[in-house]
């Protein structure tokens, strides 16, 4: 079974944060030595250096990881644009009532939805039909691609808010927040 857009986004992310945990651990390390009484003036400001260059490189990770997210989301979206593409060989009988000149009601878009639930494109060519003609027909329905393109806009403001806690301790944790995910990570998320 496919995952859905926003579980793929998640898991990549979550996956390189958990990358990112080793060079967290030693930036952390590099911060107790640094403050601690035991080292030279000259060594902690070679450890300082160091750590500054691990700040980098953590901070440049998460542009990574962000990047790589919304690259995903663009291949999905591709994906989903080329699946709603209207195919000739699906096409019925009842295009002939989605002619130009024919005034259709609600019940006749429904009806028309209802017989072609299994063809996408009739079922894409009635709900243009009814939007062009402001016909609202009962249910829940989306031309081609629009609630795919609603979540990937969602998640690509999510994961531009997120961006500022991949470098911090608690990355995985405000993750687990930002998608509703709760319980994952071993800590209490409430």
Same mark, same amino acid.
């Given at each position: 079974m496919e995952l859905n857009m926003t579980t793929q986004v998640y898991n990549l992310v979550k996956g390189r944060l958990q990358d990112l945990d080793y060079k967290k651990a030693l930036l952390n390390g590099l911060n107790t030595k640094i403050s601690s009484s035991d080292y030279s003036a000259e060594k902690k400001q070679s450890m300082q250096a160091e750590a500054y260059e691990l700040k980098r490189s953590l901070a440049m990770s998460a542009d990574d990881i962000i990047r790589d997210a919304n690259k995903l989301i663009d291949g999905l979206l591709d994906d989903v644009e080329r699946e709603n593409r209207l195919d000739p060989a699906?096409?019925?009988e009842d295009i002939k009532l989605l002619q130009p000149?024919?005034?259709l009601r609600q019940e006749d878009i429904e009806a028309i939805l209802e017989r072609n639930k299994d063809n996408k494109t009739m079922v894409q060519i009635a709900l243009r039909y009814a939007d062009e003609h402001k016909i609202s027909p009962k249910g829940t329905y989306y031309i081609g691609g629009q609630q795919e393109r609603e979540e990937a806009k969602a998640l690509e403001s999510t994961?531009?808010? =997120?961006?500022? =806690?991949?470098?911090q301790e608690n990355a995985s944790?405000?993750?687990d927040k930002?998608?509703?995910v709760y319980g994952v990570s071993g800590e209490d998320n409430e």
């Amino acid at each position: 079974m496919e995952l859905n857009m926003t579980t793929q986004v998640y898991n990549l992310v979550k996956g390189r944060l958990q990358d990112l945990d080793y060079k967290k651990a030693l930036l952390n390390g590099l911060n107790t030595k640094i403050s601690s009484s035991d080292y030279s003036a000259e060594k902690k400001q070679s450890m300082q250096a160091e750590a500054y260059e691990l700040k980098r490189s953590l901070a440049m990770s998460a542009d990574d990881i962000i990047r790589d997210a919304n690259k995903l989301i663009d291949g999905l979206l591709d994906d989903v644009e080329r699946e709603n593409r209207l195919d000739p060989a699906q096409i019925t009988e009842d295009i002939k009532l989605l002619q130009p000149g024919i005034i259709l009601r609600q019940e006749d878009i429904e009806a028309i939805l209802e017989r072609n639930k299994d063809n996408k494109t009739m079922v894409q060519i009635a709900l243009r039909y009814a939007d062009e003609h402001k016909i609202s027909p009962k249910g829940t329905y989306y031309i081609g691609g629009q609630q795919e393109r609603e979540e990937a806009k969602a998640l690509e403001s999510t994961l531009d808010i =997120y961006r500022k =806690y991949i470098p911090q301790e608690n990355a995985s944790v405000m993750l687990d927040k930002f998608f509703g995910v709760y319980g994952v990570s071993g800590e209490d998320n409430e």
